[in-house]
């Protein structure tokens, strides 16, 4: 069902500024699909403060199409990231990507942690997540922690318009016992990263989130919930 939106939480042109994409917490924003992914962080800070968690970010990744330009954005807010404690810790392969958001889930089990928990995001293109089966296997079957989770973002290049082969990474993550799931827009990235977050967290699973190039190339404007 379409959602209902207040009229005068919607921006005008003289009011709408770019950092709006993440900050702005009702109305509407203009998106990227690179932009939505990033968001999905900001977003899940945002949910746990309001519902009293002390929890912070980690997202790592190796970048490639269509995911090339993720790092890259996260790059130029990485500020914004540390304001609300969200490590980007870029890494030299998807292994060791996915080694590292494995750690983050452990941060629980520490006494002398200063969080309730450490969200997770990995991404990679499909050919990333083909050579890094076995960490991301490991980690899935490791868990996630309850006040933490894990995103596991594929980028899949279906039509095979910037890769050796096409990709279909879901196939990979059912081989893992890994949930999948697959947005089909923009506005879907955000519903979708915060039901992957809270399942992760609920079932103790790392969760797949396939990006194809026509969605995380693409842009909308996207109605926010408040």
């Known amino acids: 069902m379409p959602r209902e939106v207040r009229m005068d939480a919607i921006p005008s042109l003289d009011t709408y500024e770019l950092s709006d994409r993440?900050?702005?917490?009702?109305?509407?924003?203009?998106?990227t699909g690179t932009q939505a992914i990033v968001r999905i962080a900001l977003d899940q800070i945002r949910r746990d403060r309001t519902n009293g968690l002390n929890t912070a970010g980690f997202i790592s990744g190796y970048r490639g199409s269509?995911?090339?330009?993720?790092?890259?954005?996260?790059?130029?807010?990485?500020?914004?990231?540390?304001?609300?404690?969200?490590?980007?810790?870029?890494?030299?392969?998807?292994?060791?990507a996915a080694t590292a958001v494995l750690g983050s889930q452990?941060?629980?089990?520490?006494?002398?942690?200063?969080?309730?928990?450490?969200?997770?995001?990995?991404?990679?293109?499909g050919p990333g997540v083909d050579r890094s089966g076995d960490a991301l296997k490991h980690?899935?079957?490791y868990g996630s922690?309850?006040?933490?989770?894990v995103l596991v973002v594929a980028g899949d290049d279906h039509?095979?318009?910037?890769?050796s082969m096409p990709h279909q990474s879901d196939v990979a993550f059912m081989s893992w016992f890994m949930p999948t799931l697959h947005p089909a827009s923009v506005g879907e990235y955000l519903e979708?990263?915060?039901?992957?977050?809270?399942?992760?967290?609920?079932?103790?699973?790392?969760?797949?989130?396939?990006?194809?190039?026509?969605?995380?190339?693409?842009?909308?404007?996207?109605?926010l919930r408040p």
């Open 66 to 96: 269509p995911l090339g330009g993720i790092d890259l954005e996260l790059w130029r807010i990485q500020e914004r990231l540390k304001q609300d404690r969200i490590e980007f810790l870029p890494a030299v392969n998807e292994d060791l």
């Open 192 to 223: 979708f990263g915060e039901y992957s977050y809270a399942l992760s967290r609920f079932s103790g699973m790392w969760v797949g989130f396939k990006a194809i190039s026509e969605i995380v190339e693409s842009g909308a404007s996207v109605a």
């Open 106 to 125: 452990q941060v629980e089990t520490q006494g002398d942690r200063e969080v309730d928990g450490v969200f997770g995001l990995w991404y990679g293109k």
């Open 139 to 141: 980690g899935n079957a």
């Open 22 to 31: 993440y900050d702005r917490e009702e109305g509407r924003v203009f998106l």
């Open 159 to 163: 039509g095979c318009v910037s890769s």
């Open 145 to 149: 922690s309850p006040h933490g989770g």
